[in-house]
């Protein structure tokens, strides 16, 4: 069974642009949540998604915003791109909500 | 607001020395908590959970962790460490859909 994947793999954005980055979850896995890895603030949880509805979100500005679709993939955007903004974007999917995540390898963002 | 902390965010051990990462966390309710690894160059994978029961876990790789719902923590050991257990370590907390995470303590065993 294929594992969690996001793409891309890298980007490199300057600031004021927008990014969409994408997740395809394991298959029959209804729940896709994203996190933001930093090294000084560790992970943090941006929003998680469970058949296409977002079901809880996490302290980040309105400029982070997702959606799912019927398939369960997912897309998270980031508009108005700020330098604070450069991080390893995780996407974790799961069968049952949230007991056991399995994570993707991750985008990561460099705003310049 | 729900936390969670982490108390070291760096730890050097050799090997087969014992292992604590500490880990609190800050919600009075029903929460059920995790351990996740991320070994260098690889996916973060879920170490160990504790739902109910039995406050004492045992995960993989020879871990468990210690529920104490009075000191509201979650305490990582091993008993002797090797060093293959080199990875960074997130403690989490869940609570409505949402997981909250600790910042991590990276881990670096000297052989």
């Known amino acids: 069974k294929a594992g969690v994947t996001q793409t891309p793999r890298y980007l490199i954005k300057t600031r004021g642009q927008q990014v969409t980055l994408s997740c395809s979850p394991i298959?029959?896995?209804?729940?896709v949540s994203w996190y933001q890895q930093t090294p000084g603030q560790g992970l943090q949880f941006l929003f998680e998604?469970?058949?296409?509805?977002?079901?809880n979100k996490g302290n980040f500005p309105g400029r982070f915003s997702g959606r799912q679709f019927s398939n369960s993939r997912s897309e998270m955007n980031v508009s108005t791109l700020e330098l604070g903004d450069s991080a390893l974007y995780l996407c974790?999917?799961?069968?049952?909500?949230?007991?056991?995540?399995?994570f993707g390898s991750g985008t990561q963002l460099s705003v310049l | 607001a729900q936390s969670v902390s982490q108390h070291n965010h760096h730890v050097i051990l050799s090997e087969a020395a014992s292992l604590e990462l500490g880990c609190n966390y800050s919600?009075?309710?029903?929460?059920?908590l995790f351990w996740y690894v991320q070994y260098p160059g690889q996916h973060l994978q879920l170490l160990l959970k504790?739902?109910?029961?039995d406050p004492l876990v045992k995960g993989i790789k020879g871990f468990e962790a210690e529920f104490i719902k009075s000191k509201f923590s979650f305490n990582l050991r091993k008993p002797s460490v090797q060093w293959s257990d080199t990875a960074e370590y997130f403690c989490?907390?869940?609570?409505?859909?949402?997981?909250?995470w600790g910042a991590g303590t990276k881990l670096i065993i000297k052989p």
């Open positions: 974790a999917s799961s069968l049952e909500g949230q007991a056991k995540l399995f």
């Open positions: 989490a907390a869940a609570s409505n859909y949402q997981l909250i």
């Open positions: 919600y009075g309710g029903t929460v059920n």
């Open positions: 504790y739902f109910s029961g």
């Open positions: 998604y469970f058949s296409e509805t977002q079901r």
């Open positions: 298959s029959g896995h209804r729940s």
